[in-house]
């Protein structure tokens, strides 16, 4: 579990708070940057996705510090998201108002912990803009950074002072398909020649499904798990019972997910934790769902029963648009996964009612609005596909 911290920078140096109200008729204490600080750096939109040091960024020292939370979600996972979004927060697309460093913290802490940064930072923008002259300013506002190119020169771009662009994550999704080069022939309507490439089809239709098969970050995610359990515990006694062989057990698959062999007394304890942890802490439970649905044996007994109601319950609740981001990937990852043996197959296609709310949920996923989201959801619309071509 990480701790996610804001700090919040007052650009004007304490001049607004001496001087807004006599200029806008309104007391603001400060014009806010904010950076967020989680996983031992400090993430912030200034000229584009930068993260450095916590309070070694250009802006100085920060003026408030905020803890907003805890997070279960893995590093990687952060800056996979990132890298979704990076295109929204670019140099050309800073706007003060509408698309600021304050804009760009909130959507990360909204992913991180399901929450907003504090409101008197998210909300500064909208409370300068209802005073008479934040309305008058505004028109001319819009105007200066509709100009193409204005973006990158009023972002709060940072000196060059040896920041970091985080990286995008090194994770192919699909390898480029292999080419063979011909020889260089004349098109029918041009006089220049220029060299054609062939592809191969049997590697631009891939003929086995698409998996989330990441395995490396298995003691991470029962790290959490357990970190999970513990906090929930406490809450659990007196209705629901989670004993300590439930414990030992979820202890022993953390040993044998990976491998060919699983103990599948575990596997009700899997199911009853789907059902009782809230929204915000299910994440790594779904994610140990993902592993184990690569297992023959594990996919085999969450799916032979095509009335096992565990997957489409997972499809209904945690695939809707007002779901938390990060159950909301790791289910449609989880479903691509339930492709990888013939039982899951069968689960999935040769109930019409599963087929009609698994194309329905690949419909709406794929107007969600991460990148890495849609991603998920075009590997599971793929792999549908691919199925639906082989049953007729």
């Known amino acids: 579990m990480t701790t ?87 140099m050309d697309k800073y706007h003060l108002l509408e698309n600021n460093c304050n804009h760009f913290t909130n959507e990360c802490s909204n992913f991180l912990l399901g929450k907003s940064i504090p409101s008197h930072i998210a909300g500064l923008p909208s409370e300068v803009m209802n005073t008479p002259f934040g309305a008058m300013l505004k028109p001319m506002i819009d105007q200066f950074f509709s100009q193409q190119g204005w973006g990158s020169a009023m972002g709060p771009v940072a000196p060059s002072s040896g920041l970091n662009p985080v990286p995008p994550p090194n994770r192919p999704f699909m390898q480029p398909a292999p080419t063979t080069p011909t020889t260089i022939s004349s098109h029918p309507r041009s006089n220049q020649s220029h060299p054609h490439t062939k ?137 691509c996964n339930t492709f990888a043996k013939p039982t899951g197959i069968n689960y999935l296609m040769h109930s019409p009612e599963h087929l009609n709310l698994l194309v329905e949920c690949i419909v709406d996923g794929l107007r969600a609005d991460d990148k890495i989201v849609r991603r998920a959801v075009a590997t599971l619309c793929f792999n549908t596909c691919l199925f639906l071509d082989r049953r007729h």
Request: glycine share 6%; proline share 6%.
């Open 199 to 335: 592809l191969k089809l049997s590697h631009i239709i891939h003929p086995s499904p698409l998996l989330f098969d990441q395995k490396s970050n298995v003691a991470t995610i029962f790290q959490r798990l357990f970190l999970v359990i513990s906090e929930e515990k406490p809450k659990w006694a007196a209705t629901i019972t989670f004993t300590s062989s439930d414990e030992t057990l979820l202890r022993d698959l953390q040993n044998s997910i990976t491998q060919d062999s699983i103990n599948s007394s575990v596997f009700p304890v899997i199911k009853k934790l789907l059902e009782i942890l809230p929204m915000e802490k299910v994440f790594p439970v779904i994610d140990v769902l993902r592993l184990l649905l690569l297992n023959t044996q594990a996919n085999s007994y969450f799916t032979t029963d095509i009335r096992n109601p565990m997957l489409m319950d997972l499809l209904k609740k945690y695939t809707q648009k007002d779901s938390l981001m990060p159950p909301q990937l790791l289910s449609y990852r989880t479903l």
């Open 4 to 90: 996610v911290v804001l700090h919040v920078y007052d650009l004007s140096s304490g001049m607004a708070k001496q001087f807004s109200r006599a200029f806008i008729g309104k007391q603001i204490d400060g014009i806010w940057h904010t950076g967020l600080v989680v996983y031992g750096r400090e993430y912030y939109y200034g000229g584009g996705v930068l993260n450095d040091s916590p309070g070694r960024t250009p802006y100085g020292t920060p003026v408030e510090v905020h803890h907003l939370g805890t997070t279960d979600i893995p590093k990687d996972t952060f800056e996979e998201y990132l890298e979704g979004i990076r295109a929204r927060y670019s």
